[in-house]
C-alpha cells in the first residue's frame, strides 16, 4: 500500500538486521516452469501464440473434471437465493476481476436483482482498472464490505484464488464463516485446503505459458467454472426454459428482437407485430407475455400464475 514490499528489517536491527522474506510458494502449481515454453522468447510471434491457443485447452478439461463439485456450489447458492440470500465472490487481482465481471453480467442475462450476485476485489473496485498487489496480502481486507453487506447464515460466499495462498481470499473465507455463511473456495492449486470451506474447487490447469501468470488458463478456468455456478444457478431458479433467456426484460432493440423471436419459438403461427403487441401487454416481460399468450390471461393473472410456480415458465404453461 505504497510501502515497499520487497522486504523489511526488525525493529532495531540496523543495517545488518535480518530482512523478513515472503513465504516460498514455489511448491505451488502455478508457479511451475511450463515445459513447452522454457523457450519462449526464443519463438516466433505465431508460435507464441499458437502454443498459448493449445494451452488453454486445459482449462475447459480442468473445469470439466471439477463438474461435480461446481454443481455443489451452484446448488448451494441455489437454495441460498431461494431464501432470500446472495451470492457472493471475492478475489484479488484477476481472480477479483472475474468475479465482479460475472456478477455484473447476471443481472441483464436472467434479469436478476443486481443485489442477487455480488463481487468484490481487494482494493475496492478501483482495482478493477488499476492493480493493486498490496491489497490480496490484507488478511482482514474484506471485513468492511461483509459489514456493508451484512453478510449472514442465508448467503453463500466463494472465495477465488488461483494460487490458493491469497490471505485477503483466506481471510474472506475465515470471516465468511464466522457470520455464518455457506462458504466455498475456487483455486487452480490442489494443495490449497483451507478451513472454514464447505465446498472446495480446485481446477487442475497446471503451469502457466508465462510462469506464474494466472491470467491465462487458471484465468480461463476460473471464467468457464464462475459462468458454470451463475447459469447453473438462474436455471435452477427458473430464469430459462430449454436453453432460452425467457425471462428477460425487453429494454432496448437487440432484446426486444431476441423477445419476439423466442416468442414466435412457442408460438410460431403469431406475426411479429401480434408478438411485440403481447410483449407490450406484457410490460416488455417475455415470460409474462408467454404465459398470458398460452392461458388468454391478463398480465394480472400471468404474474400470479408464475409466482405460485416458483417463477418455472415451464410449470406454468406446461
Excluded at 464463516?177 to 490447469?205: E, M, N, Q, Y
Excluded at 416468442?263 to 408478438?275: G, V
Amino acid at each position: 500500500m505504497g510501502t515497499d514490499r520487497v522486504g523489511t528489517r526488525g525493529e532495531g536491527d540496523g543495517a545488518r538486521g535480518a530482512v523478513t522474506l515472503p513465504p516460498d510458494r514455489s511448491h505451488v502449481a502455478t508457479e511451475q516452469r511450463h515445459e513447452d515454453s522454457v523457450a519462449l522468447d526464443a519463438m516466433s510471434t505465431v508460435e507464441i501464440v499458437q502454443l498459448l491457443a493449445r494451452d488453454q485447452r486445459r482449462a475447459v478439461d480442468a473445469v470439466e473434471m471439477a463438474s461435480v463439485e461446481i454443481a455443489r456450489f451452484a446448488e448451494a447458492a441455489a437454495q441460498a437465493l431461494s431464501v432470500g440470500g446472495r451470492l457472493v465472490y471475492a478475489g484479488a487481482g484477476t481472480s477479483g476481476r472475474l468475479g465482479v465481471l460475472d456478477a455484473s453480467e447476471c443481472p441483464p442475462t436472467f434479469r436478476s436483482d443486481p443485489s442477487q450476485v455480488v463481487g468484490l476485489i481487494a482494493g475496492g473496485d478501483g482495482s478493477l482498472r488499476r492493480s493493486s498487489e498490496g491489497r490480496e496480502d490484507e488478511e482482514q481486507g474484506i471485513e468492511q464490505e461483509f459489514e456493508r453487506l451484512a453478510l449472514d447464515a442465508r448467503d453463500c460466499f466463494l472465495g477465488i484464488a488461483a494460487g490458493g495462498t491469497t490471505p485477503y481470499v483466506l481471510g474472506a473465507l475465515r470471516l465468511a464463516k464466522k457470520r455464518g455463511a455457506t462458504t466455498g473456495f475456487l483455486t487452480c492449486a490442489p494443495h490449497a485446503d483451507p478451513p472454514h470451506c464447505d465446498h472446495r474447487i480446485v481446477l487442475l490447469t497446471g503451469a502457466e505459458i508465462l510462469t506464474g501468470s494466472t491470467r491465462l488458463k487458471a484465468g480461463t478456468a476460473t471464467k468457464v467454472a464462475l459462468n458454470a455456478i451463475t447459469t447453473a444457478l438462474f436455471v435452477r431458479r427458473g430464469k430459462t426454459y430449454g436453453n432460452l433467456m425467457v425471462d428477460l426484460a425487453a429494454t432496448n432493440d437487440k432484446l426486444v428482437d431476441r423477445a419476439l423471436r423466442i416468442y414466435r419459438a412457442f408460438f410460431p403461427d403469431d406475426t411479429r407485430e401480434a408478438a411485440h403487441a403481447q410483449l407490450v401487454a406484457a410490460g416488455g416481460m417475455l415470460k409474462v407475455a408467454l404465459v398470458m399468450r398460452a392461458r388468454s390471461a391478463s398480465r394480472a393473472e400471468a404474474e400470479r400464475t408464475l409466482e405460485a410456480c416458483g417463477g418455472s415458465l415451464r410449470s406454468a404453461i406446461g
